[in-house]
Nanobody, 124 residues
Framework: QVQLVESGGGVVQAGATLRFSCTASDSTFDPESMGWFRQVPGKEREFVASIKYSNGFTSYLDSVEDRFTISRDNVKKTTFLQMTSHRPGDTGVYYC?????????????????WGQGTQVTVSS
């Protein structure tokens, strides 16, 4: 199974910009969709953003749509999540995931391969 390796987490101040990367271990990686989710203790994993790999169509959680940007580099097999204007509510473990059809990309059930997660803590 392809490994998804994430990087870019850490502690950031509210209002700062941060970019996550998720790189696939297989050079032939060509998923239908990629997504980013986040989770805090005691809560379910929450959809943040997704991208249809073939054409770049995107979908966002309403609360992040004007602040976060998902993108991908097909050559580098890397998916990015750029976050700006952080809020304390953005704190959590962020996961990238490889999924199937884009129409299911807002649900965890639409994904079958997950990265290890990376922690983001937003300080006010």
């Amino acid at each position: 199974q392809v490994q998804l390796v994430e990087s870019g987490g850490g502690v950031v101040q509210a209002g700062a910009t941060l970019r996550f990367s998720c790189t696939a271990s297989d050079s032939t990686f060509d998923p239908e969709s990629m997504g980013w989710f986040r989770q805090v203790p005691g809560k379910e994993r929450e959809f943040v953003a997704s991208i249809k790999y073939s054409n770049g169509f995107t979908s966002y959680l309403d609360s992040v749509e004007d602040r976060f940007t998902i993108s991908r580099d097909n050559v580098k097999k890397t998916t990015f999540l750029q976050m700006t204007s952080h809020r304390p509510g953005d704190t959590g473990v962020y996961y990238c995931a490889q999924g199937g059809p884009f129409c299911y990309s807002r649900s965890t059930s639409g994904y079958y391969n997950w990265g290890q997660g990376t922690q983001v803590t937003v300080s006010s």
